[in-house]
């Protein structure tokens, strides 16, 4: 007869963060579809010419969604009805840039956005820039903990542990 302990491992790691993410929105409306994309183009351009200004390279500002929308306006007939009127398109282009955390960088990057020519809204965030290695040590924590009680749990039931 086969006997299984089954347990369940937790870890807990603090990581420092090593990496500063901006993340920017750009947004526009205008009557015309190609009016809009034109306008999304050149404010995109902008916003790579700050960054490539600041010693980034065009590349390293990413896009991380694009999008066109129809836009409409409501209003009130001459019977006092509420209706729906096209007005144009809109675009939202979300946008990132991200660099090894440095506060001297980090606020030459925040007055560069704050004066430049386009007025992107920006997040700022913070994360690892090795995440795949936090979360191996993670699991091998998680591991020993499992390991632990299942030798707690074996020795308290007068049974010896098999290979796990």
């Known amino acids: 007869m086969e006997r299984t302990i089954r347990v369940t491992g937790k870890g807990t790691l603090k990581v420092k963060p090593d990496l500063t993410r901006i993340t920017m929105d750009l947004e526009g409306a205008f009557e015309d579809y190609s009016e ?3 306008a999304s183009s050149q404010d995109t351009e902008c916003l790579k010419d700050v960054c490539e200004q600041l010693g980034f390279k065009r590349t390293e500002l990413k896009t991380l969604s694009f999008d066109v929308d129809t836009k409409y306006e409501s ?10 009127r096209f007005v144009g398109y809109e675009y939202k ?3 990132k840039l991200e660099f ?3 506060n001297a960088r980090l606020g030459r990057v925040l007055y560069a956005l ?3 020519p386009v007025r992107p809204e920006f997040r700022i965030s913070y994360s690892v ?6 979360k191996n040590q993670l699991l091998a924590l998680a591991v020993t903990d499992a390991t632990k009680k299942a030798e707690i749990l074996s020795k308290a039931a007068g049974v010896s542990l098999q290979e796990l």
């Open 36 to 38: 809009t994309l034109k």
């Open 114 to 116: 704050a004066n430049a």
């Open 75 to 84: 209003f009130k007939d001459k019977q006092g009805e509420y209706k729906h």
């Open 129 to 134: 820039s090795k995440p795949e290695e936090a």
């Open 100 to 102: 090894l955390s440095d």
């Open 93 to 95: 282009h979300t946008l």
